[in-house]
């Protein structure tokens, strides 16, 4: 990941970013020498098919998209935002030591003249496209390219051979799954039959009347379920039963600890007396650094850069004025204009990052960042300099192009520069990630911004809020045990939750935040016990109990019995309904007779379409449609069993859509290729991850 990926957020780089980084460590020796190998199994966050990810490798990734995900998102970096960087890396690490697997075992390979021929050949890979176009003219740069090549022959570093191998890797990779997506691709074919049966269950109509037995006719309380009622229903639907990974199901009682009106009226006082501070002080900057919790940065400010209530007074307001509290979402703020002005509203530029430290010193830095500034107002490339001498990785592959960005996505001193210069103006700054020679392409609007000094303070619980709920807390947890969970928790007046089909990674219970370590505990006690000390959030204490294990597999009868019991009525309900109506078919010839007998109306439709088996005003039943669609017209069906109830349907006709001629069939068979070509790939991923052995260890380290 290039250090510019911390100076502002580039959005279209993140999945290439990620992607790049995912590879780098899959396909380098991940092998520590010496190692014992109970200790490298311990450091493995997981594994796929045998092939495993170390802690170190995985966790710098995961530190990485964390970044990435703060700089999109804004604020700090928050333990929900971090767990969904352990996701995403962990979905990415699966799904392409899987598609790597299966390219090694059907013998894919890119011969060294082919991979030449995508470096230098007449058409060669996007990214070696991109890597060498001009920013200037957009135009792929064939010279630039060779002059790079030579010079990584004769006086390439280390560092830029190691780059240029890794972007060799990239490529090679790239056509592997080029090679392997046609391969899916041309293995997908469709008959002039598919074709036209999709064509009539999309255009061909019918119109029939139904008669309906809702399962609603018949109270739960008139059913008494068996265990062969369950287990009829289990074993023909045992496949829905698959548990991809062992869950858990959790009872846990929550003692809310979030503020309350006291804590917010004290918050309120503090701001107010800070305000009447920062009205008379005369080091602003200092003030706002000290006394916020939230660290601003003191720069200028356009509009939409600030809570909403401050950004509607801001921008108005004469500098020198003192305004707020407003309270926004959690915290009140105050804010003193420093000074305003008016500047672009945002700025293309290019930059070359120089590392100060290997450079030997800002000094040293500097004088070889003058030195190339030179080089570039005599009329040197840009983009060559950059692909040379950056040390950012997100940019320099485009020679130094940091494309257009509005203020506050760089650090301040970059921003200042390229917002307070002028067009064509080559700078050179330091900042925390080094020294850069920067170019100011473009620079586009001009609007008012705003130097303030904000303030805010969070409002946070009370230690009196605080120590009442723990002190509910504590009383419920001195009484309850193992087997009295729920008994003690009326007895206090608390209420239970239950959180169904925990996994390892959650970090929320049924939308409320949990500490990872309750989680991490409830997968490591038995069933049934309680967990041995209060949790705490930042708005909660949680006392938790393990109500159920569901281990990885199909899961037995009695895992599911509850979650199947209205399916299962419904069943027996429509035995009985079925009997019933079957009983009322018998001797007529007409819907209307079947109706009549069982005191019910038929109910008509028409333009019923087999894609979209709904009954309007009733729900989605496809046995229904389908019956229909497969009856002559006037015939009277048999009850059939639906979603809703059970049904009798009598057709009173169709309509069918125009004959395909030999265009449109050639049409309608690719429309359907091209889907199926689309799917294949979600549906080979789907079989490849159910077939393989994939370890998951996570909960070890997250």
Partial sequence: MGLMSYLRNRAGLVVTVIGLAIIAFLLGDIISYGTPFWMKNQNQVGSVNGESIDYQLFNAQVDQTTAMYQQQMGGTASPQMRNYAVQQVWNQFISQELLKQEIEKIGLSVGKDELNGLVSGNNPSPQIVQAFTNPETGVFDKTQLNTFLSQINSQGTPEMRQQ??????????????????????????????????EYNQRNKLANFKYLMLDYSSVKDSEIKLTDADYKTYYDAHKNAFNNEEETRTIEYVLFDARPTANDTAATKSVIEQLKSELVNVTTDSLFASVNSDTKYP??????????????????????????????SNDRFEIAKVVDAKFSPDSVKASHILLNTTAEGGIDKAQAKADSIKRLVQQGESFSALAIQFSLDEGSKINGGDLGTFPRGQMVPEFDEAVFSGKTGDVVVVNSRFGTHIIRIEKQIGNSKIVKAAIVDKVINSGKATTDAAYAKANSFFGETNNNDFAEIATKQGATVHKAERVVPMDNTFNGVEVPRDLVRWSFEAKKGEVSERIFDT?????????????????????????????????EVKARMLTEKLNNALNGTSSIDQVAQKL?????????IVMANPVLPGIAMEPAVVGTAFGLQ??????????????????????????ELVASDMNNQKQQMQTAKGQRSWSAIYQALQHKADISDNRIRFY
Avoid: C
């Avoid at 041309?186 to 039959?193: A, E, I, N, R």
């Avoid at 005191?599 to 333009?607: F, L």
């Fill in 538 to 570: 930042e708005d909660h204490f949680v006392i938790a109990r393990v109500v159920d294990v569901q281990p990885k597999g199909t899961l037995s009868l009695a895992a599911v019995k509850p979650q199947i019991e209205a399916r299962v009525r419904n």
């Fill in 164 to 197: 240029w191998e890794m972007l060799l890797e990239n490529i090679r990779n790239e056509r592997l799954n080029e090679k392997y997506s046609n391969l899916l691709t041309k293995s997908v074919y469709v008959t002039s039959l598919e074709a036209q049966d």
């Fill in 298 to 327: 003191y720069t200028y400010l356009r509009k939409g850069q600030v809570s909403p209530a401050l950004d509607s007074v801001l921008f108005n307001t004469p500098v020198g004025t003192t305004v707020g509290p407003f309270l």
């Fill in 599 to 607: 005191e019910k109306a038929a109910v008509d439709i028409e333009n």
């Fill in 633 to 658: 017209p006037n015939k009277l069906s048999k009850a059939i069993k639906g979603e809703q109830g059970v049904y009798a349907v009598q057709v009173t006709g169709f309509v069918n859509p125009a």
